[in-house]
Every structure is written in C-alpha cells, then in structure tokens.
C-alpha cells in the first residue's frame, strides 16, 4: 500500500513537473535523467519523453558528450568536410565536427562516421576517456578498444552498468 501510493504520489508530482521525464518513472534511470535534464545537458525526445531503453545513435551520444563539455556546435563556414556521410546540415555535424576537431571522435577507413548507427560500449568508452583527456595513458596501455575499456573502468565509467 505503501509502495503504491509513493508510486501514485510521485507520477502525479511528474505530470505537475515539466521538468520530468514521464517515461523514466520508476526505472533505474530516473534520478540520472531528472538530474541531467535540470541540468539542461539532455533534452529527450520531447519534452516528457526520454525513451530510457532505446539504443543511442552515434550522433545523439555526440551531442550528448558536446552538451556535457558545453561545447560550441556551431559549424563553421571554414570547416572543410571529413565525413562522406555527414552534410552540413545534418542535425548531428556541429557535435560531430566539434568532436572531431578536438581529437575526440573519428570516421572509419571510408571517411564516414556512420551517425545512425548504434553507439556500441567500445565506442562510448573511447569518446568518454578521450573527453576526459585520458587519450595517451589508453593509447599507449593497449589503444582502442582495450585500453579506453581499461580507462573507463578505472575511471569508473561503467559502475553501476550490468551488461559491459
């Protein structure tokens, strides 16, 4: 009984609060993305939406990492194209290429950066330690992937995440 009503309780605090995201409540991710989006540094799918168990896209975990740098993604006019897959206005370029500039992401042996494609963990990790500025210690302790998964677990990138 008691559970229920906290349960009642706290939904009915969500729809008074526009700053909630309705379908994170009662997950495992809901004081992570109430925090997050108080904090202005993600914004969801819509105003209530987060969507906490759908895949990230690469482009989305770019702006994401930009928004939490709180770097400019704004795109230059000078910036010369590096991505095949990628034009200028892409939704995604600004985060993308601002990455991209500061040495954080690349593209694959084509020149594409494959933005729709789903973020994997190897991936995350190697733009979370290179964020952080771990970029030489990972290279040289095994490059990628090894040495920015053995960074980020060191870094505590993966606590609490059951399935790395």
Same mark, same amino acid.
């Given at each position: 009984?008691?559970?229920?009503?906290?349960?009642?309780?706290?939904?009915?605090?969500?729809?008074?609060?526009?700053?909630?995201?309705?379908?994170?409540?009662?997950?495992?991710?809901?004081?992570?993305?109430?925090? /997050?989006? +108080? %904090? $202005?540094? !993600?914004? @969801?799918?819509?105003?209530?939406? &987060?969507? =906490?168990?759908?895949? *990230? #896209?690469?482009?989305?975990?770019?702006?994401?990492?930009?928004?939490?740098?709180?770097?400019?993604?704004?795109?230059?006019?000078?910036?010369?194209?590096?991505?095949?897959?990628?034009?200028?206005?892409?939704?995604?370029?600004?985060?993308?290429?601002? /990455?991209? +500039? %500061? $040495?954080? !992401?690349? @593209?694959?042996?084509?020149?594409? &950066?494959? =933005?729709?494609?789903? *973020? #994997?963990?190897?991936?995350?990790?190697?733009?979370?330690?290179?964020?952080?500025?771990?970029?030489?210690?990972?290279?040289?302790?095994?490059?990628?992937?090894?040495?920015?998964?053995?960074?980020?677990?060191?870094?505590?990138?993966?606590?609490?995440?059951?399935?790395?």
């Amino acid at each position: 009984m008691v559970a229920m009503y906290r349960k009642r309780r706290r939904l009915c605090q969500a729809t008074a609060d526009s700053q909630v995201f309705n379908d994170c409540i009662d997950t495992p991710y809901y004081d992570a993305t109430d925090k /997050l989006k +108080n %904090l $202005g540094l !993600v914004s @969801g799918y819509s105003r209530y939406e &987060f969507r =906490p168990y759908n895949d *990230i #896209t690469r482009a989305e975990f770019c702006t994401l990492v930009t928004s939490i740098l709180n770097l400019d993604t704004t795109m230059s006019v000078s910036q010369p194209r590096m991505f095949y897959d990628i034009d200028r206005d892409y939704w995604g370029a600004g985060a993308i290429y601002a /990455l991209y +500039n %500061l $040495g954080i !992401v690349n @593209g694959d042996e084509n020149r594409n &950066f494959n =933005p729709e494609d789903n *973020i #994997t963990y190897d991936e995350a990790s190697k733009i979370l330690v290179s964020a952080l500025g771990y970029t030489i210690m990972a290279e040289s302790d095994g490059g990628y992937p090894s040495g920015f998964n053995l960074y980020a677990q060191r870094l505590g990138l993966y606590d609490g995440i059951d399935d790395v």
